[in-house]
């Protein structure tokens, strides 16, 4: 994250991260408000008020009205918390206390409130100041406080940013709130890759719209997209810098050049090519040359995806007869079918701990999502009876899985949690859309 030492900088961003106040009483860790590891973890009730006004003048109130909305579908977002109606509120906008001191900490326990966040804004000339307080009504205590500068344009990052802090104390984990989405969509002449912020806003194009591109993938960096291009009138593998626009041709050998997975390190990716005339997995060193072939067998082999740490690489082969997920043991070179039920077993996406894979399975002409343990225990069906579901991939918190359906007609991106639950469409857009890529967490 870019930090400047001045005000009045054009695209200028800065979080200046003061901490506003400490807690001094129990460690954060003593607070349980949110068990990740609970897959029925109930929801925590929460109230979001609109900041304080701290400038007296109508675009400050604007702004905090603003910054509370980001705030709350943010947070209901991650699916942690149950946002309280405001409707409930007892205490009327404006005029409840933003400190501990001033906080009527019974009438948010009235309403249900187990955590309470206030803040405040003040905007002077260009510079905007925004200030967020999270209490336990319960304990009467602040849990923490933080201050971020920076312009009015950077109102929903501060926000986000906060989101992020207030996340990582109460998990341990940083949330999704600096993350994108990569997915295709398309075009009137063709298909390109277009990104997003976590929760489908602020969508772009990112590759040329009279392209055929398909199967973007974030490099651990979160700044480079690996994907498969026809500009050349055949498949070959580009790497478009997702901010700068700057592409690469990285991989053009004869034959097919598709399904790029990088290595969990960014250094290299595997990739299907079929310039020995089968199509087989190799591992690509950084500047595209092979460093060796990772399958071979009769069958076809694509879509290879690696664990977190590197060791072992989920792919799909028809070395069986149908499309089946196994994994590779990079360290012994060791093959074992993962996938049984189902006869078209496609798309597998490891979870950010290497304990699950998600993948996606045709059975009796329906598509769906499931969840299985790396070790072939636990399968989980988790969409069912709502159109094709494909291409899931795994928030970098695992918390929630984004994949495409085609529920309401054409084809769209959705997301759900880890369990199947809370399915919505994150992206409207013309076009179908399909194959998304959620990128790692940067910028901490």
Request: charged residues 25%; aromatic residues 12%.
């Amino acid at each position: 994250m870019n930090r400047r030492t001045t005000f009045f900088s054009p695209g200028f961003f800065l979080l200046c991260l003061f901490l506003l106040f400490s807690y001094s009483g129990k460690a954060l860790a003593d607070y349980d408000y949110i068990n990740i590891s609970d897959p029925f973890h109930r929801k925590v009730p929460i109230a979001v008020t609109v900041p304080a006004s701290l400038s007296d003048d109508a675009e400050t109130g604007l702004l905090a009205e603003q910054a509370a909305d980001i705030l709350g579908r943010s947070l209901a977002f991650t699916g942690y918390f149950n946002l309280i109606d405001k409707r409930a509120f007892l205490d009327a906008p404006g005029e409840q206390g933003i400190t501990a001191r001033e906080v009527n900490f019974g009438n948010w326990r009235d309403v249900g409130a187990h955590l309470l966040v206030t803040g405040g804004v003040r905007l002077e000339g260009r510079v905007l100041q925004m200030e967020f307080r999270l209490f336990d009504p319960f304990r009467q205590e602040l849990v923490f406080g933080k201050r971020y500068t920076g312009e009015a344009s950077d109102l929903r990052r501060m926000v986000l940013r906060f989101c992020d802090e207030m996340i990582y104390r109460m998990t341990g984990d940083w949330g999704v709130f600096n993350t994108r989405i990569a997915f295709v969509s398309e075009t009137e002449s063709g298909k390109a890759v277009y990104i997003s912020d976590f929760d489908g806003e602020n969508v772009r194009r990112i590759t040329p719209a009279d392209d055929i591109a398909l199967t973007p993938a974030w490099c651990p960096d979160g700044q480079r997209i690996a994907y498969t291009s026809y500009a050349a009138d055949k498949p070959d593998i580009y790497i478009r810098y997702a901010d700068s626009g700057e592409n690469e041709l990285f991989s053009n050998f004869e034959g097919l050049n598709i399904t790029p997975a990088w290595k969990p390190d960014g250094s290299g990716l595997a990739a299907t090519l079929s310039f020995e005339g089968d199509e087989e997995i190799y591992l690509l060193t950084p500047d595209g040359n092979v460093d060796k072939r990772l399958t071979n067998s009769w069958g076809v082999d694509v879509s290879p995806g690696f664990s977190p740490d590197g060791k072992k690489m989920a792919f799909v082969s028809g070395r069986a007869g149908s499309p089946q997920v196994y994994i590779l043991n990079l360290e012994t070179m060791r093959t074992r079918r993962l996938t049984f039920e189902g006869r078209y077993n496609t798309q597998p996406e490891w979870s950010p701990r290497g304990d699950r894979i998600a993948y996606s399975s045709m059975s009796d002409g329906q598509s769906d999502i499931y969840v299985i343990n790396a070790d072939g225990s636990g399968l989980r069906r988790l969409t069912r009876d709502s159109g094709r579901n494909e291409s899931p991939s795994w928030s970098p918190d695992g918390n929630l899985i984004v994949f495409s359906s085609t529920r309401d007609g054409g084809s769209d991106i959705y997301v759900m949690n880890a369990l199947g639950g809370e399915q919505r469409k994150l992206i409207d857009m013309p076009g179908n859309q399909s194959l998304p890529d959620w990128s790692p967490v940067t910028g901490q």
